[in-house]
């Protein structure tokens, strides 16, 4: 079992940045995929950023130059940071993993966190 617990949601203005936190128990001498999904009100839930435990990173057109995600050293934490933040990411954040070769935001994911919302005003 994956425990995942995000936080660093709130409220920002468009064109402001924010960085989202998930500690995550990832056994990590398996090969593994952590990342981000969100999903606004009335619309479908959206990847937005994956990492594999070989530190490769995929990311949705959306955010590709905006947003960047990582984990410490320890890959006991994994960040989202997120600039130039527009109205339409306003949603709430999950982070994501799962145990598997090789990373994709098409995937399923099976474990989940509990979410943190991100509010971007204009």
């Known amino acids: 079992q994956v425990q995942l617990v995000e936080s660093g949601g709130g409220s920002v203005q468009a064109g402001g940045s924010q960085r989202l936190s998930c500690a995550a128990s990832v056994y990590v001498y398996r090969p593994y995929c952590m990342g981000w999904f969100r999903q606004a009100p009335g619309k479908e839930r959206e990847g937005v950023a994956a990492i594999g435990s070989d530190g490769v990173a995929t990311y949705a057109d959306s955010v590709k130059g905006r947003f960047t995600i990582s984990q410490d050293n320890a890959k006991t934490t994994l960040y989202l940071q997120m600039n130039d933040l527009k109205p339409e990411d306003t949603a709430m954040y999950y982070c994501?993993?799962?145990?598997?070769?090789?990373?994709?935001?098409?995937?399923?994911?099976?474990?989940w966190g509990q979410g943190t919302q991100v509010t971007v005003s204009s």
């Open positions: 994501v993993a799962s145990y598997r070769v090789g990373c994709a935001l098409r995937y399923e994911y099976k474990f």
